[in-house]
């Protein structure tokens, strides 16, 4: 696993060098969705029983920071390696496409739980929630990282310009992620969007992490879990055939 280990180490730095735009631009993102809507709504909404609405609020924002920038780390990494020919440095050491898979996930992930934090420190000076159960919060944390790092992969080995990449984020990842339940509880909608709703993975992710901190959701957290899991397994397993296969990397 050397070049597992070479690789993972070369995705960190990746985004750490330019900590100030992947990791400070979006808790800045976040602390200004978290004014502006806590001002219009604060007094307005009451989520869950005794839940404020800014509380309620900041956990949503946390994951959605977290789940957008797993995408953005793998996507963008891969797309530009493919634009400007250095993918080939990567693909003509006899790298496994499991430590290939392995490495972009793993870097991802950290990226998005680095985020997580800092928007949680961040917020904290406004609000603090409480935290009823810290293993389900780790648990959608890593899980709803790894599923949109391994998204940012398809869609960074799909793409060929940064139009199609965008394309990708703009009509799957932004309406999937603001459609979660991130700023409002899934049962204020009408019925055909409380169905709807249901569809959505990320519904799952977020609601799941909420959980982990006011010990309610709008479904089981274990029914969150199953569904969580099982679209990481099927992506993942879906991806190691792309790379195993070569598609639009090495054909």
Known sequence: ?????????????RFWKVSFQTVAAPVLTALLYLLIFSHVLESHLEP????????????????????????????????????????????LPPLSHLEFFLAYVLAAVARGAVVGLGVLIVTSFYTVPPLAHPLWVLAFGLLGCGVLAVLGLIA??????????????NFIIVPLTFL????????????????????????????????????????????????????????TLFTLHLLRTGYRLRH
């Open 156 to 169: 960074g080995i799909w793409a060929e310009k940064f139009d199609q990449l965008a394309a990708f984020q």
């Open 1 to 13: 696993m050397q070049g597992f280990a070479t690789l993972f180490y070369k995705e960190l730095l």
């Open 48 to 91: 869950y029983p005794g839940v404020r609405y800014t509380a309620f609020l900041i956990p949503g924002l946390a994951m959605m920071s977290m789940l957008q920038n797993a995408f953005a780390n793998t996507s963008s990494s891969l797309i530009q390696s493919k634009i400007t020919g250095n993918i080939v440095f990567i693909l």
């Open 180 to 235: 979660s339940g991130v700023f409002y509880s899934i049962h204020s909608l009408p019925s055909f969007w409380l169905g709807v709703s249901h569809l959505n993975p990320v519904f799952y992710m977020i609601d799941g992490f909420r959980y982990g901190f006011f010990g309610v959701g709008d479904v089981s957290p274990w029914l969150s879990l199953a569904v969580v899991g099982g679209t990481f397994a099927a992506l």
